[in-house]
């Protein structure tokens, strides 16, 4: 809508407004002559009580959050009360005229109360709501949105109209992996000291404490040159020395210690000595009886 609109449609509104400012004015002034009020103060009471329904209007155009809530409210009960009073104008034909009783808007005694307690209180209220809004209303920082450039606002519309298909869409490059190391031969070793076969006095090895890492393949060369024995030699070994032990020294840890082997093939040994020395003992039983 252009501004010419705009205020066209301002205008109407206020010409509304006004004319039915004036209808309810009639009715306000009458009901404020009957609670007591002078010439003076009835035709200023539709005012305090129309005006005060203006004022909260423009307040909940300004305000925002809980002051806005807070005007709604005022505004709702000043419209209600402003109501009841008009309803209240037309049931009784009697406040149409100068001569009616004063204090008097209804017949049952509860209902005139309560309608003499709502239309003298509206001037009060109306003061202490009508500062409240007005402080509001002074007090109100409106919430600053960040000014863009014509630039700005052109290029964010050219881009909301592209469609997806013109959106250039990043395809990850393939990731290749590494090529996996070549297994490098293992170099020989050479040892360039002459070994003397005895440890020099006052040297002591230091103790690690990081775990050793496996260096993968021995060479031929760092390995032992004892030759590997069969069964038949680890057992003649192992008669010669166990020759002088008794039953309870034939042990395979201490086969193991004599003749330099596995823990598995002391174990054979240890079977196979003991089983002998059992055969030999019936044999002898035998021949002395």
């Given at each position: 809508m252009n501004r010419w609109g705009k205020g066209l449609l301002i205008a109407a509104l206020v010409g509304v407004v006004a004319m039915a400012?004036?209808?309810?004015?009639?009715?306000?002034?009458?009901?404020?002559?009957?609670?007591?009020?002078?010439?003076?103060?009835?035709?200023l009471y539709p005012f305090v009580v129309d005006g005060l329904m203006a004022l909260?209007?423009?307040?909940?155009?300004?305000?925002?959050?809980?002051?806005?809530?807070?005007?709604?409210?005022?505004?709702?009960?000043?419209?209600?009360?402003?109501?009841?009073?008009?309803?209240?104008?037309?049931?009784?034909?009697?406040?149409?005229?100068?001569?009616?009783?004063?204090?008097?808007?209804?017949?049952?005694d509860p209902a005139n109360w309560a309608l003499v307690l709502?239309?003298?209180?509206?001037?009060?209220?109306?003061?202490?709501?009508?500062?409240?809004?007005?402080?509001?209303?002074?007090?109100?920082?409106?919430?600053?949105?960040?000014?863009?450039?014509?630039?700005?606002?052109?290029?964010?519309?050219?881009?909301?109209?592209?469609s997806t298909a013109d959106l250039g869409v990043s395809t990850p490059a393939p990731i290749t992996p590494p090529p996996a190391p070549a297994e490098l031969e293992a170099a020989s070793v050479v040892s360039?000291?002459?070994?003397?076969?005895?440890?020099?006095?006052?040297?002591?090895?230091?103790?690690?404490?990081?775990?050793?890492?496996?260096?993968?393949?021995?060479?031929?060369v760092a390995r032992s040159s004892r030759p590997t024995r069969t069964a038949d030699q680890l057992l003649i070994e192992a008669r010669s020395a166990t020759a002088d032990w008794s039953d309870r020294e034939l042990t395979a840890e201490g086969i193991r210690k004599a003749v330099r082997t596995s823990p598995a093939k002391a174990r054979v040994l240890r079977d196979t000595l003991r089983a002998e020395r059992e055969q030999s003992a019936g044999t002898d039983e035998a021949v002395a009886a």
């Open positions: 400012f004036r209808v309810s004015w009639n009715a306000l002034r009458d009901v404020a002559t009957a609670t007591g009020a002078d010439e003076t103060a009835a035709t909260a209007l423009v307040a909940t155009l300004v305000l925002t959050g809980d002051a806005r809530r807070f005007a709604l409210r005022v505004l709702a009960a000043y419209t209600l009360a402003s109501l009841v009073l008009n309803y209240v104008h037309g049931l009784v034909p009697e406040l149409h005229d100068k001569g009616v009783d004063w204090g008097r808007l209804a017949d049952w709502l239309a003298t209180s509206l001037p009060v209220g109306s003061i202490y709501f009508g500062s409240d809004l007005v402080a509001k209303v002074l007090h109100h920082r409106p919430i600053e949105h960040p000014t863009t450039t014509p630039n700005h606002d052109e290029s964010a519309e050219t881009y909301a109209n592209r360039l000291v002459k070994p003397t076969g005895r440890a020099p006095v006052g040297v002591v090895a230091a103790e690690s404490t990081r775990p050793r890492q496996a260096t993968g393949r021995v060479p031929d």
